[in-house]
C-alpha cells in the first residue's frame, strides 16, 4: 500500500508569505531608521557605528535588527498557529516533518537560526567593507570577497532549493527537521486572530 504524500504548499505561496513577513520587517526597519533620524537631530549627528570597531558595529546591527526579527520568527512558529503572519494569511503552517505535528521549541529555534545564517553573513561582508572603505584601504582581501559571494548566493539557493524540492522545504527545513504545509479549512490556525471557527463560517468560507 503506497502512503499518501503529505500536503505541500505551492512554492508561490510560501513566497507571497514571505514578502508579506518582509514587509512587517521592513516597518520595523523604518522604525529604526526614524528613531535614528530623531536621535540625530538632538544630539547635532549620526553615530558612527564603526567608533565601536567592526566587531561592536555589527554586534549592535545584531542587537537592534536581526535579534529583534529573530525573536518575531521564534515566537510566532512556536505558538500555538506554528506560523508568521505571513504564513497565517496564506494558510501556511510550520509542522514536523516526520509526523506533521507541532514542533519542538528547538526545532523552531533551529530552523530560525539557519533562516538567517545568511542575512547574518551578509551583514558581516558589508561592515567589512564599510570598515576597508573608512580606512581608505585598497587592498579588498579574498577571504572576503569570499564571504560577500556567499551573502549573495545563500538567498539564491534557499529560494531555489523551496522551488525544487518535493516537499518545499529549505535549508532551514531540512537542517530542523521541519516542514510548511497548508491548513485545512476549518482548523483553528486558519484565520489570524480566531481561536475556532464556527460550522457555518466554515461553510461559509468554502464558498469562496
Request: proline share 6%; no cysteine.
Amino acid at each position: 500500500m503506497s502512503r499518501t504524500p503529505p500536503p505541500r504548499p505551492t512554492f508561490w505561496a510560501r513566497v507571497a508569505a514571505l514578502l508579506l513577513d518582509y514587509g512587517i520587517i521592513l516597518g520595523w526597519m523604518a522604525i529604526l531608521a526614524a528613531a535614528t533620524l530623531a536621535l540625530s537631530a538632538i544630539t547635532g549627528g549620526f553615530f558612527n557605528w564603526l567608533s565601536l570597531g567592526t566587531a561592536g558595529a555589527q554586534a549592535l546591527g545584531f542587537l537592534l535588527l536581526v535579534l529583534p526579527v529573530g525573536i518575531y520568527l521564534y515566537a510566532s512558529e512556536a505558538s500555538s498557529r506554528q506560523a508568521t503572519v505571513g504564513k497565517r494569511v496564506l494558510r501556511l503552517k510550520v509542522v514536523e516533518a516526520s509526523t506533521g505535528g507541532r514542533p519542538s521549541r528547538s526545532r523552531i529555534l533551529v530552523r530560525t537560526v539557519v533562516k538567517l545564517l545568511p542575512w547574518e553573513i551578509a551583514h558581516f561582508a558589508v561592515w567589512n567593507i564599510v570598515a576597508l572603505v573608512a580606512a581608505e584601504d585598497e587592498a579588498f582581501p579574498v577571504w572576503l570577497l569570499v564571504v560577500l559571494v556567499a551573502a549573495n548566493v545563500l538567498p539564491v539557493v534557499y529560494i531555489a532549493m523551496v522551488a525544487a524540492q518535493r516537499q518545499r522545504r529549505g535549508p532551514h527545513d531540512l537542517v530542523a527537521g521541519t516542514r510548511v504545509e497548508p491548513v485545512e479549512r476549518g482548523s483553528a490556525a486558519l484565520v489570524l486572530g480566531e481561536e475556532r471557527e464556527t460550522p457555518s463560517r466554515s461553510a461559509d468560507a468554502g464558498l469562496g
